[in-house]
């Protein structure tokens, strides 16, 4: 399994998560509630849909995070010289991270708890999900001082399994990466987005 310098890798993660906010800001802020709820074809989700389910992920995620982050602090447990992922923690996370040419790998149905409904309040959606990345880099920053990998999170869909933090944050901003890019795809779409070229 692959090993990280701690700081190395919470810098990579808060660079990608930047990047997600400047996405949204820039690309989707000034586009009407309409076009922000526009599905290309039947069962598939619009921009709102993509941003509300990620939302739904950072409700669960973020706070399971920081209850071990404040665990480390408290104790203390404290950061050490290499983090190690698990097998089963780099498996989700790469498993969710777009490929370099934009493609997903592992695609699977959104469980019901995490599915988004189809109309919504989409300015209201975006102002969550930037509210929970600021939360998020924050956590980012706070995890430089624990053990991500001594710490633990249970993962949503099956709370008897437990990720490491540093895999919890991998697989979470791996997971906004693939539906940011989504979201993209549906602007490009429908010629909403000024700019057709889409990267992260």
């Not at 709102?48 to 409700?59: F, P, T």
């Not at 959104?110 to 990345?133: I, N, R, S, Y």
């Not at 979470?172 to 000024?194: F, G, K, M, T, Y």
Request: hydrophobic share 40%.
């Amino acid at each position: 399994m692959p090993t990280f310098t701690p700081s190395a890798l919470l810098d990579q993660l808060t660079a990608e998560t930047h990047a997600l906010i400047q996405i949204v800001e820039n690309e989707f802020s000034t586009l009407p509630n309409d076009a922000l709820n526009w599905p290309p074809a039947p069962e598939r989700w619009s921009i709102a849909q993509c941003l509300e389910h990620l939302n739904s992920y950072g409700q669960y995620y973020l706070p399971k995070l920081k209850r071990a982050i404040e665990r480390g602090e408290q104790e203390p447990i404290p950061a050490t010289e290499r983090f190690r992922s698990g097998w089963l923690g780099n498996y989700f996370a790469n498993s969710m991270r777009p490929k370099a040419d934009g493609s997903i790998g592992l695609k699977a149905k959104a469980v019901k708890e995490h599915t988004p409904a189809a109309e919504l309040d989409a300015k209201a959606v975006m102002a969550v999900f930037q509210g929970q990345q600021r939360e998020l880099l924050s956590l980012l920053e706070r995890a430089r001082r624990v053990d991500m990998q001594k710490l633990r999170v249970p993962i949503s869909i099956a709370r008897f399994i437990r990720l490491s933090v540093g895999d919890t944050l991998r697989f979470l901003i791996a997971h906004e990466q693939r539906h940011i890019l989504q979201a993209q795809r549906v602007a490009a779409a429908s010629n909403l987005c000024s700019d057709s070229s889409i990267k992260l």
